[in-house]
C-alpha cells in the first residue's frame, strides 16, 4: 500500500525474519537441551506450551533461552518471557520461568511442547540466571560483574519469617561466601530496594539459599530463601523500550548564521537492519550522523536504542563509531592494545574489555595480529582493527563514515561482504555514508541527501527502484563504442521519458511497453549510423540509476514509513 503526499510517496513495510528451529515434546526435553548446546554460543530463543507446576493453568508464551541446565537430577530451561501467547489469563506470567519436562516438581512449568530456535547470531547478552541452589557461583561470577557496574537483581523465593512467596527488584551492594558450621560454605547476596513512594528508607535484603539454617545475625523479615536470581550486569545502561533502535524525526541542524545544513530529516531503522546513505559533499550526510550521537545541537527528535541523543553520557554506550581516517588509533599500540585504550571510555573493566577484544580479533581473522603494532597493519586490517574498537562494547548501532573510501572496487566489495558478517553474527545494526550509491545494494535501507534538499528518498533499495518508470525496467542498449550522439538520439525516441548512460550502456526509461520502445530506439540509431552491440528488452535498474535519476530531479522521492 502506498498513498502520495505532495510529492512525496509514504510507503508500509514488512521484513521477514528467518531462524534455524527444532520441536521437541515434554518428554524429550533432554533432546531440546542438546540441540542447544550445541549452538550454545547463539541467541537462542523458544516457544513453550505446558502447564504451571502449582496452579495447573494452560501457559503458551515466547521468551529468550536464559540458560540451560541437564544433570542426573536436573533437567530444565531458564527462560526470560517475551510475550505471553494466553488468550485467556488469570494472572500475569514471572518475567523469568525455569521449563522442565512434563511431571516435573521443581520447575515452574511442565512443558508439553517446546519449539527452540536460532536466531544465527552471536549471544551479546550478558544477563544472568542461578536457581537457589547456585547462589555461591553467582557470588564467584558476580565479583568479576561488579566493578564500575550497577547490577540489578530480580529475586523470587521465600521470606524466611513466614514463608511467604515474595518477588524483588533492586541494586547489588554486596555478596560474599560465607563458612558455616561445620564446614559448609554457602552463598549470600544483598540487595537494596528502594521504596515504590520518594518516602523511607531503602531496604536491604539478605538473599541466602534455601538449605540456609539463619544465624542470629539475619534478620527473617529480610532474609529470602532464592529459589531464581535474574541479574542484569549492565542495567545501568540499559535504553527504554523502543520499537526502532535508530529513529530521527524533523531533525534539523541550525548555525548561528540561520543557515540550515539538513532540515526535517526523518527515518528509521529496526533492530538489526542495515541503512546507507548516500550523496554528493555537502549534501549533509555527516550532519546527520553528528546529530544523530549528539556531537552537535539540533532541533527535532533523535533516538538511538530510545535514548534521546542529547543525553550524551548516556547514548554514547548504545553506537560505536568508525572514522573515516584510521590516524586516530595508537600506531605503537597494538590492535588488542587500542581497543583497550578507547574501550575504557565506556567504563568497562579491564578483564572484560580483554576478554571481548580477543574474542573480536578471533572473529575478525585478526588474532595473530593481537601482538603487532598497528603502524604494521595492512589498510584493510587497520579497518577491522577500528570496527573491532566501535564494537567492544556491544553497541546496539555501529556507524561508519565513509569505510570503503580509497580503496579499489575489489577491497571495497571484500569490506562489504565482512560488514554483513558483522551485522548478521552479532546483529549489530549499522550506518553507513558512502559516495558510491552502488554499495547501497548491500543494504536493507538506503537514504538519499542532496544538497540544499536534505533528505529527498529513504526506503529499501528495490522499493525505491521500483518508483522509476515501468517499475524499475528499461530498455538497455550496448554500443559497439561510445558515441556522444548515442543519447541525445535516443531522448528523441517517442515515448522515452528519460535516458541514462554509463559508457557504452545506455537505458531509455518509459511507461510504454518496452519492446516498442526498443524497435524505436534501434531504429533511431541505425538512422545516424550508431552501431548497437546488444538490446534488452527489460534491463533492470540499480542504485546508481536511481540516484542519477533523483540528483538530475527526473523522478521525484519517496519515503518509507
Known amino acids: 500500500m502506498a498513498r502520495k503526499t505532495d510529492e512525496t510517496t509514504v510507503i508500509a513495510e514488512e521484513k521477514p525474519t528467518f531462524v534455524e528451529e527444532a520441536y521437541y515434546s515434554g518428554a524429550r526435553i533432554s533432546e531440546a537441551i542438546d540441540w542447544c548446546m550445541n549452538r550454545n554460543d547463539r541467541e537462542l530463543h523458544c516457544v513453550v ?157 539478605t538473599i541466602a539459599q534455601p538449605q540456609l539454617l539463619l544465624g542470629p545475625r539475619t534478620n527473617p523479615n529480610l532474609t529470602i530463601f532464592a529459589n531464581k536470581v535474574y541479574v542484569q550486569p549492565s542495567s545501568w545502561m540499559e535504553a527504554a523500550a523502543y520499537r526502532d533502535v535508530l529513529e530521527c524525526r524533523n531533525l534539523t541542524v541550525t548555525i548561528k548564521s540561520g543557515k540550515k545544513l539538513i532540515e526535517n530529516v526523518s527515518f528509521s531503522i529496526k533492530e538489526g537492519e542495515m541503512l546507507a546513505i548516500i550523496g554528493e559533499s555537502g549534501a549533509g550526510k555527516s550532519t546527520t550522523i553528528k546529530a544523530l550521537i549528539g556531537d552537535i545541537p539540533s532541533t527535532g527528535v533523535a533516538r538511538i536504542a530510545g535514548v534521546d541523543s542529547r543525553s550524551a553520557q548516556k547514548v554514547r554506550h548504545f553506537f560505536g563509531y568508525c572514522p573515516q581516517d584510521l590516524d586516530f588509533m595508537y600506531d605503537t599500540f597494538t590492535p588488542l592494545e587500542n581497543i583497550i585504550a578507547f574501550g575504557k571510555q565506556y567504563d568497562l573493566p579491564e578483564w572484560q574489555l580483554v576478554n571481548e577484544g580477543k574474542t573480536l580479533l578471533r572473529d575478525f581473522g585478526m588474532l595473530e ?76 535501507k538506503v537514504a538519499v541527501f542532496m544538497r540544499g534538499k536534505s533528505l529527498v528518498a529513504f526506503g529499501k533499495p528495490a522499493t525505491l527502484k521500483e ?73 533492470v535498474a540499480d542504485m546508481v540509476d536511481y540516484y542519477i535519476a533523483i540528483t538530475r530531479g527526473l523522478i521525484s522521492g519517496t519515503i518509507e514509513k
Open 49 to 205: 506450551e505446558g502447564n504451571m507446576r502449582e496452579t495447573g493453568e494452560d501457559v503458551r508464551f515466547i521468551g529468550r533461552i536464559l540458560n540451560f541446565k541437564k544433570g542426573v537430577l536436573i533437567r530444565r530451561f531458564a527462560v526470560l518471557v517475551e510475550e505471553d501467547l494466553r488468550k485467556r489469563k488469570k494472572s500475569d506470567l514471572e518475567k523469568v520461568l525455569t521449563v522442565g519436562g512434563r511431571g516435573t516438581s521443581t520447575e515452574d512449568v511442565a512443558v508439553s511442547q517446546i519449539t527452540v530456535q536460532n536466531y544465527l547470531k552471536r549471544n551479546m547478552s550478558d544477563d544472568l540466571f542461578f536457581d537457589g541452589r547456585e547462589l555461591q557461583q553467582a557470588v564467584k561470577d558476580l565479583v568479576k560483574m561488579k566493578q564500575n557496574r550497577q547490577i540489578i537483581c530480580t529475586v523470587w523465593g521465600k521470606r524466611a519469617s513466614d514463608k511467604l512467596p515474595i518477588m524483588i527488584t533492586g541494586t547489588l551492594i554486596g555478596s560474599s561466601i560465607r563458612l558455616l558450621e561445620p564446614i559448609l560454605p554457602e552463598g549470600f547476596l544483598e540487595v537494596r530496594v528502594a521504596p515504590e513512594e520518594e518516602v523511607g528508607d531503602p531496604k536491604i535484603y
Open 369 to 444: 595480529k593481537g601482538n603487532q603494532p598497528t603502524k604494521e597493519l595492512s589498510g584493510g586490517q587497520k579497518r577491522r582493527a577500528s570496527i573491532a574498537i566501535a564494537l567492544v562494547h556491544r553497541p546496539k548501532v555501529l556507524l561508519m563514515d565513509e569505510p570503503t573510501s580509497g580503496l579499489d572496487p575489489d577491497n571495497r566489495n571484500e569490506l562489504w561482504h565482512f560488514l554483513d558478517y558483522i551485522n548478521h553474527e552479532y546483529g549489530t545494526s549499522m550506518i553507513v555514508i558512502t559516495h558510491y550509491p552502488s554499495e547501497a545494494e548491500f543494504c536493507d
Open 467 to 539: 518508483t522509476m518508470p515501468s517499475r524499475g525496467f528499461a530498455v538497455g542498449i550496448v554500443l559497439e563504442e561510445v558515441d556522444p550522439r548515442a543519447r541525445s538520439t535516443l531522448e528523441k525516441v517517442e515515448g522515452a521519458q528519460f535516458v541514462l548512460q554509463r559508457g557504452e550502456l545506455l537505458k531509455v526509461f518509459t511507461e510504454e511497453p518496452l519492446e516498442v520502445i526498443a524497435e524505436r530506439c534501434v531504429t533511431a540509431l541505425n538512422e545516424k549510423e550508431i552501431a548497437v552491440k546488444i538490446v534488452k528488452t527489460k534491463a
